[in-house]
């Protein structure tokens, strides 16, 4: 069988940061909470990023450039990409890919990156395609140019902007897919909707730093799909159930890297004491980067393997509950070493 995985991943983390103590002024509207919001939202990263490098829309922006640089990395050029997964509109322009290349324009939903990877995975293994190309991109920290964010809601600080890319093939691989599971549970989808609406605390504008008026928000007056997420067995059931179609056993697992939803690493963590496969194998920054939407898990990725937490011959495990409940979870073996560790050698 054909060997299908990540040809190219890179990775984008905004320069700007927005420290926990900028949004200090949301401590009226995170009293207004019910207490177990108060407890999921008092535990906010120490720090998101937020796109300013270019006026414009911040998530295609992001997207182009993070596209541009999955081609500079592996060296192809526009005529090497036989299909695009991604949400920038300009970006066959930009890029200069052909206009008979196909693109396949996916929101941001938490389970697009993960979703998309197994839509690539189809193609090249079909024969469809050679290489497809993944642009990931979100622009969550709220504020103009593309912001969704009502930076007067408690929500807010758990939100940060980035981007990530990836290059799907047969060919100089980095890691190679073992296995893909999904499933979905639309009674959640109400949860993370957007609507046009005027801010949640227009008192707080002012300390926000935005303008009191109406605009396109997510609305997050129900919440429900963290409790979906973080019921006991809830992780561990879907990593059984996608270890499966690899036939590999739980304990098989070496990294778990869990979607940035919010406070539910405890039952997470817990999850997986209960499997026997330790807190350790548990990775996630969100408490470093928030949750930027669709790109979590492949910036995560990325980072652990630079910083060698992934290794050659790891098993990995890309889990993502996504507004819906739209759960995706990839199951890869990374294949190469740290960039890092290639330049020593």
């Not at 190679?176 to 549970?185: A, H, I, P, R, V």
Request: overall charge negative; aromatic content about 6%.
């Amino acid at each position: 069988m054909m060997k299908v995985g990540f040809e190219t991943l890179v990775r984008y983390v905004p320069e700007e940061v927005l420290t926990k103590e900028h949004f200090e002024y949301l401590k009226p509207a995170l009293a207004k909470l019910p207490p177990f919001l108060q407890e999921q939202f008092s535990i906010v990263p120490n720090e998101v990023r937020k796109y300013k490098h270019k006026d414009g829309d911040r998530a295609e922006l992001m997207a182009i450039a993070i596209a541009q640089e999955a081609l500079d990395r592996s060296g192809l050029a526009p005529s090497d990409i036989d299909y695009v997964i991604g949400a920038a509109a300009s970006l066959h322009k930009e890029l200069g890919l052909d206009l008979d290349t196909p693109m396949l324009n996916i929101g941001n939903c938490c389970a697009s990156f993960v979703d998309a990877c197994h839509l690539a995975w189809n193609l090249v293994a079909s024969g469809e395609c050679r290489r497809v190309l993944i642009v990931a991109s979100a622009a969550l920290a709220g504020g103009p140019n593309g912001g969704t964010t009502d930076l007067t809601m408690a929500i807010a600080p758990i939100f940060g902007d980035g981007a990530a890319a990836a290059i799907v093939s047969s060919q100089n691989l980095k890691c190679e897919f073992l296995s893909y599971y999904g499933e979905t549970d639309g009674t959640c989808y109400r949860s993370a909707r957007g609507e046009v609406r005027p801010l949640a605390n227009p008192e707080l504008a002012e300390a926000a730093c935005v303008p009191c008026g109406v605009g396109p928000y997510f609305c997050m007056d129900d919440i429900s799909y963290i409790e979906v997420a973080s019921a006991k067995g809830y992780l561990r059931n879907s990593l059984e159930k996608a270890l499966q179609k690899a036939d590999l056993p739980l304990s098989a697992l070496d990294v778990v890297i869990c979607h940035h939803l919010g406070d539910c690493e405890a039952s997470w963590i817990q999850d997986l004491v209960d499997a026997g496969l330790g807190a350790e194998a548990f990775q996630n920054l969100r408490l470093k980067t928030g949750n930027t939407g669709h790109t979590d898990l492949p910036t995560d990725l990325a980072q652990f393997v630079e910083d060698g937490l992934v290794k050659p011959g790891s098993i990995v495990a890309l889990w993502v509950p996504g507004s819906g409940i739209s759960l995706g979870c990839l199951v890869l073996r990374w294949l190469v070493g740290s960039p890092r560790e290639e330049a020593r050698t």
